[in-house]
Structures are given as C-alpha cells and as structure tokens.
C-alpha cells in the first residue's frame, strides 16, 4: 500500500550512477517530503540552499581516512571481545588463592599434576589404587542401599 512518491524516491536514491542519483538536496526537495508537515526543519530552507553554503555551515574535522580506519578496527575488536567474554575466565585475586587455592578448578589442576609428578611413582597401578586415591583425604565409600534406607536402619537401631 505504498504511494508512488516514496517509490519514486527510494528508486532515484538506489541508482548505481552516482552523476544520475539523487543529491541530498534532490532528496530532501522530493515530493515525498513535501507532503510530510510537523518538521521541526523547514525543508524550503534547505532546499534553497546552495552545497557552498552547506560547507561553510559544516564546523566539524575533516575526514581523515585513518582514523575511520582506526575506529573500525576498534569497533571489531571491541566485538570480538564482547563475543569471547563468556570464555574468558574471571580474575583471580592473589589473597583468595592464599586463602584457598583447591576453590579454583584451574589451579587445582595445576596443583594435582605437580603432586602426581612428585609421588606417582608411589602409586600402584593395580586395581585397588588409582591416582585420584592420591588425592583423597579419606578413602570413598561407595554404598549399595540407597541413603533412605540406611537412614531407616541406623534410627530403628
């Protein structure tokens, strides 16, 4: 449902000449934006005015091609970034890996291999004894009933 104004803009805009495609003065100047009312700009105004004039209005840097370039590669970064926070791993204070250096899993794996590479020669390598027995504080206990039951069992005892 669309008129033939806006159709007629968007296809002028879209051309691939550039000596053929619409200026930003041609554009503003459009049917299309002369139908439009409330504009806090007056579109008459800018129309009227010539591209000198538009220039010496324009009080901002010149373009510098290797600064876009820069702030480009900034924004990539930045992305990049932003994609790989998930991965990252939090930092780690010193006082809390004094404190408790088992609480962090990557340090941990770093203590164990040490450990292993000191006292492995220590461990059987038979079915009774496994290198995680090297690091156990007290021997696992694997239950056969279900801690429902031996809970029943030990308070009718």
Known sequence: ???DAPKDLISKLLVVDPAK??????????????????????????CSQSPQQEKQ???GQPFNPRR??????????????IQR???TPEPVS???????????????????????????HWVKKGEGQDRAALFQNFPKV?????PETRMLVSATA
């Open 1 to 3: 449902d669309l008129t």
């Open 21 to 46: 495609r619409y200026t930003v003065q041609e554009a503003l100047c459009h049917n299309f934006f002369q139908i439009m009312t409330g504009w806090s700009l007056n579109v008459q105004t800018v």
């Open 57 to 59: 209005h324009y009080k």
């Open 68 to 81: 876009k370039f820069q702030f480009g590669i900034m924004c990539v970064r930045s992305m990049i970034r």
């Open 85 to 87: 926070l998930r991965y």
């Open 94 to 120: 010193l006082a809390v890996t004094r404190i408790d250096p088992y609480r962090i899993k990557a340090l941990r794996k770093v203590i164990d291999n040490c450990a292993f590479r000191v006292y492995g």
């Open 142 to 146: 694997d239950y056969s009933d279900p």
